[in-house]
């Protein structure tokens, strides 16, 4: 079942903008941008164009001295002087806010659901959490709102900052993608309105099944409707019948506009380039980090007291999620040796492919291949990538094929294959199988949708139903990866329009006559998100406008570039979601790969459509989508391992960095098979201190739909923080929350 909707009358209509003079000269400074993008990825500048630059002494100088010169003309200007006032004003009534102590004491491990307290809005609203938070020491910083910052600056910034939340936020509440409360709170405020808790938005999952409840039964679908579906230039469009259709009077839904959204994409474009903004956010993520290390030097000895307090929780039994994890690398490189060794010798007269007409057994794929099986080991088998895949994408994907042979991929790792992918199922459930016996992990493995015929969602949902796949510590993400250039060079696909037909039109045929697609409705109870996945360092020169051929009219072999797959893959999820949540059925997430490599405009696209995304280093090279992913709480899950093998070093990976200064990030493996030697690949990736590593755990847990603490999924607008139960400080909490409201 699907959780009921908290959204009350919010309109459902997409908001169409007009374009103005203001709007057009943002455009243009967005098309410069994107062309310094270009630029510096094929110059490898040392200094970028969003960055502020750390170790240019003169330019420091030089912008120290611009700096003082406008203070100085500032403090000679009335009008100035007075919003100067004002904004102290505004800085102390901040600093006043303190959380308000509570009667309400922390709750067991496992706590009664209750839905969580109204707070009204108003200029400054002390918002109540569902814990107590203890006295620790707090660091109170007092002065000029502006110090190092020019009031003009400050302003700029500040409405340039606003007005991106308040696009992501539109982008999140059309798709049921999450947004943070309390900035929601703020922004409301801003705009002088009423916050309300029922107009919160959140995605709807389905419930696991109860204890004596088959969870592949096909019995429970709704009723067909007669709704039609037709997708035109790669928007879907419903109509209640074929005669609706006729008259092109579709459903109420919110149909995106290609110009609106180009727009928003070029005013948070064209802010990440702009000088006071960047030197405004790079000083608050400075400080944001300095504030935790000195939180964490006042407070250390008291965390670890309070930690230690904390009954039968440590990091072994604490819940760990792995929120990015290929279904086709989930198990370690040694467990794929095992299990083909054991098929080997189990079962080696069994035909398992057909090669030409002629069918194989086991026993002959091997001899074909000239070797024997009992020989191999997991160095023979190369399939862990090293320093030889370090930005070589293409020989990464090789080490998907075990001895270097494309016909053990197809044999063991496919869901298609002559066997109906039983070999790779039967891993896959002794990886859920060590899951459920070890409590206190899951996962959310990737399958892989490609697009080229809209056959494959019902063998993708035979497969998971025949070999009975499902287990109550994994749910699924299906990945799209972004290779229509070679399906168009093998003339598999005529357009970019029928990738998206294939991919998306059986989906919604199963919402709209769920009992004519019983096993693709039970499959999609168990999905909770879509991946768009490939390397991001492959970069187009195209960039997305509306002027962009609409995907009908792609029909050449060059590959869209990454934010017109994004834009596309956003329109048809957020029309799904609402036409699933007018069915009671569960909703999706958009949760792609984002910032791994190449251009940091994925990142500037993912923030308007992602719900939350995997990798996200190329934050660190912006600090204005740093701050506005802090502001935003973005989920990111990392992969420093990954990372290590294909794009980044170990050392340098800033996922320490952007969890001292409270991002949302959370931990990964990306793929054990190739990055990880252990069974817990997602304990090997880190080596934060415990305080840490438990954060990370909550923001894993608070990322994905599991509930870990009671018999059914929590809905997300009643999702408990409770730290009892992920061993996270009670003071560190506090702190975070008291750093993002201030």
Request: hydrophobic share 30%; proline share 6%.
């Given at each position: 079942m699907a959780f009921p909707g908290a959204l009350g009358e919010m309109p459902r209509q997409f908001p169409k903008l007009n374009i103005s003079e203001v709007d057009e000269h943002v455009r243009l400074l967005a098309e410069k941008v994107f062309a310094k993008v270009l630029r510096e990825e094929d110059s490898k500048d040392a200094l970028s164009l969003f960055t502020v630059p750390e170790d240019c002494p003169i330019g420091q100088k030089e912008a120290k001295e611009r700096e003082l010169q406008k203070e100085l003309a500032e403090q000679q200007s009335v009008e100035t002087a007075k919003r100067k006032k004002s904004f102290k004003m505004i800085r102390s009534q901040s600093l006043s806010l303190q959380i308000p102590p509570q009667e309400w004491k922390a709750p067991p491990v496992n706590p009664v659901l209750s839905p969580a307290t109204p707070v009204l809005a108003s200029a400054f609203v002390p918002v109540q959490v569902p814990y107590d938070v203890p006295e620790f020491q707090r660091v109170s910083i007092s002065g000029d709102y502006c110090a190092g910052v020019t009031v003009d600056d400050y302003e700029q910034a500040a409405k340039s900052l606003v007005k991106a939340l308040l696009i992501r936020e539109k982008y999140s509440r059309l798709a049921y993608h999450r947004f943070p409360r309390t900035t929601s709170q703020y922004l409301c405020s801003m705009r002088n309105q009423k916050w309300k808790v029922e107009d919160e938005v959140y995605p709807d999952f389905h419930s696991p099944p109860e204890e004596n409840e088959d969870p592949y039964n096909l019995d429970a679908a709704p009723d067909n409707?007669?709704?039609?579906?037709?997708?035109?230039?790669?928007?879907?469009?419903?109509?209640?019948?074929?005669?609706?259709?006729?008259?092109?009077?579709?459903?109420?839904l919110p149909y995106p506009d290609l110009q609106t959204y180009t727009l928003d994409l070029s005013h948070v474009l064209a802010l990440i380039a702009d000088g006071p903004t960047k030197t405004y956010c790079h000083r608050r993520l400075n400080f944001l980090e300095s504030k935790f290390s000195l939180h964490e030097m006042l407070n250390e000895m008291s965390e670890f007291k309070e930690l230690k307090s904390n009954p039968h929780r440590d990091f072994y039994n604490v819940r760990k999620v792995d929120t990015?994890?290929?279904?086709?690398?989930?198990?370690?490189?040694?467990?794929?040796?095992?299990?083909?060794?054991?098929?080997?010798?189990?079962?080696?007269?069994?035909?398992v492919a057909e090669k030409k007409g002629k069918k194989m057994t086991l026993k002959q794929v091997f001899e074909s291949l000239h070797m024997d099986p009992y020989d191999l080991t997991v160095d023979s088998l190369d399939v862990h990538a090293g320093r030889q895949t370090f930005h070589r994408f293409d020989k990464f994907n090789s080490k998907y094929n075990p001895v270097g042979a494309s016909e053990l991929r197809d044999l063991y790792l496919k869901t298609e294959n002559y066997i109906g992918g039983e070999y790779f199922a039967r891993m896959v459930k002794e990886v859920a199988r060590e899951l459920?016996?070890?409590?206190?992990?899951?996962?959310?493995?990737?399958?892989?949708?490609?697009?080229?015929?809209?056959?494959?969602?019902?063998?993708?949902a035979k497969w998971f139903i025949k070999h009975k796949v499902y287990s109550p510590n994994m749910r699924w993400i299906i990945q799209v990866p972004r290779i229509y250039d070679i399906f168009r060079s093998k003339n598999i696909l005529p357009s970019f329009g029928r990738m998206l037909e294939n991919i998306f039109v059986p989906l919604f045929e199963a919402t709209i006559n769920p009992k004519d697609h019983k096993e693709l409705h039970l499959f999609l109870k168990y999905v909770t998100g879509f991946d768009s996945v490939d390397d991001e360092s492959k970069h187009s020169g195209h960039m997305f406008s509306d002027k962009s051929?609409?995907?009908?009219?792609?029909?050449?072999?060059?590959?869209?570039?990454?934010?017109?797959?994004?834009?596309?893959?956003?329109?048809?999820?957020?029309?799904?979601?609402?036409?699933?949540?007018?069915?009671?059925?569960?909703?999706?997430?958009?949760?792609?790969?984002?910032?791994?490599?190449?251009?940091?405009?994925?990142?500037?696209?993912a923030f308007l459509t992602a719900d939350n995304i995997s990798h996200g280093l190329l934050l660190k090279k912006s600090p204005v989508l740093q701050y506005l992913y802090y502001l935003a709480q973005i989920p990111i899950a990392m992969s420093p391992l990954s990372n290590n093998s294909?794009?980044?070093?170990?050392?340098?990976n800033p996922l320490r960095e952007f969890l001292h200064?409270?991002?949302?990030?959370?931990?990964?493996?990306?793929?054990?098979?190739?990055?990880?030697?252990?069974?817990?690949?997602i304990a090997k990736s880190t080596r934060f201190e415990f305080g840490n590593s438990t954060t990370r755990v909550q923001n894993d847990l608070k990322t994905v739909l599991f509930h870990c603490l009671g018999h059914s999924v929590m809905s997300f607008s009643h999702f408990i923080h409770s730290p009892s139960s992920f061993s996270v400080y009670y003071s560190l909490l506090g702190f975070r929350r008291k750093c993002l409201i201030s």
């Open positions: 409707l007669d709704y039609v579906i037709k997708l035109k230039g790669g928007i879907p469009f419903v109509y209640d019948s074929k005669e609706m259709m006729e008259l092109n009077e579709p459903r109420s990015h994890i290929h279904a086709a690398a989930c198990m370690n490189q040694k467990h794929l040796l095992r299990f083909i060794k054991h098929t080997y010798q189990t079962e080696p007269d069994r035909i459920e016996e070890s409590k206190y992990q899951y996962t959310e493995p990737r399958l892989s949708i490609y697009g080229r015929s809209p056959d494959e969602w019902l063998n993708l051929l609409n995907p009908d009219l792609w029909t050449s072999e060059k590959n869209p570039p990454y934010s017109y797959y994004l834009y596309y893959m956003y329109v048809n999820i957020m029309l799904l979601n609402n036409l699933r949540r007018e069915r009671g059925m569960c909703t999706f997430l958009f949760r792609p790969h984002c910032g791994e490599a190449g251009s940091i405009t994925h990142l500037v696209s294909l794009f980044l070093e170990y050392s340098k200064k409270g991002l949302h990030v959370s931990l990964s493996t990306d793929d054990p098979m190739q990055f990880h030697y252990t069974k817990v690949g």
